[in-house]
């Protein structure tokens, strides 16, 4: 399935759970009560893990990959991570403004403002996940199941974690995800294509 493709297909799942994630909300108090809380590890990693899907954390994470890419004279993969966290933050903060979700009404165990729907840190990391693993196996092929692993644990501990510290519904991290999936594979479907025209100049 081309990228193109997959983007409208989490695209149309996020427009399905825009219109429908007040029926999920028997699901939702379910997982929410079951992952709420926990051992204290548990919520300590979620807090760590939310301090780096922080705006700010965010701001840094992408800096720091955005110049790596740079030094290695691939501009196009840094204006694509920052391009793919661009459209992040924005589509996040416009949909919670129409949606304005209120937040699950547990004791936060970090502190949390705004709306609920969709999840800015879920957002966040499925996009940065997604981009890097995708952009750094472009730079090193042979290690590419471990930076699939490594995304798919950053994007799913992330997630989790916004349900262990009681400040998301579990429709609003699988609504984050399917909308950072529609950007991200339209980001990196982008790039392909602007790297495969470069390289069709310089063999031309």
Known sequence: MSLPVLSAVFLGLFMLLLQGYPALASLDALIG???YGGNS???SISQLLAVLGSPLGSLLLVTL?????????DS???????????LCGISNWVTKQLV???????????????SSFPSG????????????ACLLTRHYPRLRIGWLVLAASWILLSGLGR???????????LAAY????????????CYRRRVSAQHAALRG
């Open 33 to 35: 009560m079951a992952l």
């Open 163 to 173: 349900l262990v510290l009681g400040v998301h519904y579990f429709s609003d991290v």
């Open 100 to 114: 304005n979700r209120p937040r699950p009404e547990l004791e936060h165990l970090l502190a949390a403002s705004g």
């Open 178 to 189: 399917a909308l950072a999936a529609a950007l991200s594979c339209a980001v990196y479907d």
């Open 41 to 43: 590890l548990l919520v």
């Open 121 to 132: 840190h879920g957002m966040s990391a499925f996009t940065l996940g997604f981009l890097l």
């Open 65 to 73: 990959f955005a110049s790596w890419f740079y030094r290695k004279k």
């Open 76 to 86: 196009a993969a840094a204006q694509a991570l920052l391009a793919g966290m661009l």
